[in-house]
């Protein structure tokens, strides 16, 4: 039942990914990138203003490592998705639209059409999960790991305050 569950979990992720290109300059910035009119890879989900993106691992990832250790894995995706879930519609309320993605790169373009770069395999700390929140208006914020709902709403209250 948990191998089925993160089947339909991966294929929902791959179906939320989405391909953008454009054309321009990169200025890197450490885990995110602030690019104005970027080719950007074709393994990138785009978003733009008022947004929470999660983010999770692809399929492939997932199977190069499960081999060892897949029940970790699985409880670790299981607890992500869980709590993910449990704070949508909370922050749906609050006027940010949700998303779920395998995507390496996360694009969000802010209401000044600049855009950030995140790059989910280059994160220090690495982690298999986390979230990049964003207003529309300044740098987004990007949390890695698995919280709790508290911990994901707590993230999102202090983000807004700054």
Not at 24 to 34: E, N, V
Not at 87 to 110: A, E, H, K, P
Not at 112 to 126: E, G, M
Not at 153 to 158: Q, S, Y
Request: hydrophobic share 35%.
């Amino acid at each position: 039942m948990k191998q089925f569950f993160c089947l339909a979990y991966f294929i929902l992720l791959l179906g939320c990914t989405q391909n953008t290109k454009q054309n321009g300059d990169t200025k890197d910035t450490g885990a995110a990138s602030t690019i104005a009119k970027v080719a950007l890879p074709t393994d990138t989900f785009t978003v733009k203003g008022k947004a929470v993106v999660f983010f999770s691992i692809a399929s492939q990832e997932y199977t190069s490592l499960a081999n060892d250790t897949t029940s970790s894995i699985d409880e670790v995706l299981s607890d992500f998705e869980y709590y993910a879930s449990e704070v949508s519609d909370t922050l749906q309320t609050q006027g940010y639209q949700t998303y779920f993605t395998s995507s390496r790169y996360i694009c969000i373009t802010l209401d000044n059409q600049r855009q950030q770069v995140f790059d989910r395999l280059t994160a220090t700390p690495k982690s298999i999960t986390g979230f990049v929140i964003s207003d529309g208006r300044k740098k987004p914020s990007v949390s890695y790991g698995v919280g709790t709902d508290v911990e994901i709403l707590a993230f999102c209250h202090d983000f807004q305050r700054k």
